[in-house]
Nanobody
Framework: QVQLVESGGGLVQAGGSLRLSCAAS????????MGWFRQAPGKEREFVAC????????VYADSVKGRFTISRDNGKKTVYLQMNSLKPEDTAVYYC??????????????????????WGQGTQVTVSS
């Protein structure tokens, strides 16, 4: 079983940057697509970005395109989300996940539909205006 731990959140002013990390314990994540979601207070959890198993393909939500970058280091079993030009509307708890149901596949629709049921603790990102 894969356990994912998110970190790197914090309080930042609008226009600032943060880098989130998602570290895996247990079995390797190198064969699975990974991604990030976020949930703001009173709102549903929404897709942010995903990356295929090799790191060669990525998909982003329109709201973060051009500002956020997802990457991965399979040797370190870690996925990153570099967030630049942050806006107050980016304030949310950020969660990562792994598409362990489809090894070596990349299913962006699965991420965009949020077909995930298991979640970690997440990391809080707060952007002040």
């Amino acid at each position: 079983q894969v356990q994912l731990v998110e970190s790197g959140g914090g309080l930042v002013q609008a226009g600032g940057s943060l880098r989130l990390s998602c570290a895996a314990s247990g079995r390797t994540l190198s064969g699975y697509a990974m991604g990030w979601f976020r949930q703001a207070p009173g709102k549903e959890r929404e897709f942010v970005a995903c990356i295929n198993w090799s790191g060669g393909s990525t998909v982003y939500a329109d709201s973060v395109k051009g500002r956020f970058t997802i990457s991965r280091d399979n040797g370190k079993k870690t996925v990153y989300l570099q967030m630049n030009s942050l806006k107050p509307e980016d304030t949310a708890v950020y969660y990562c996940n792994a598409d362990t149901a489809a090894p070596y596949a990349f299913r962006p629709l699965t991420w965009q539909r949020n077909d995930f049921t298991s979640w970690g603790q997440g990391t809080q990102v707060t952007v002040s205006s």
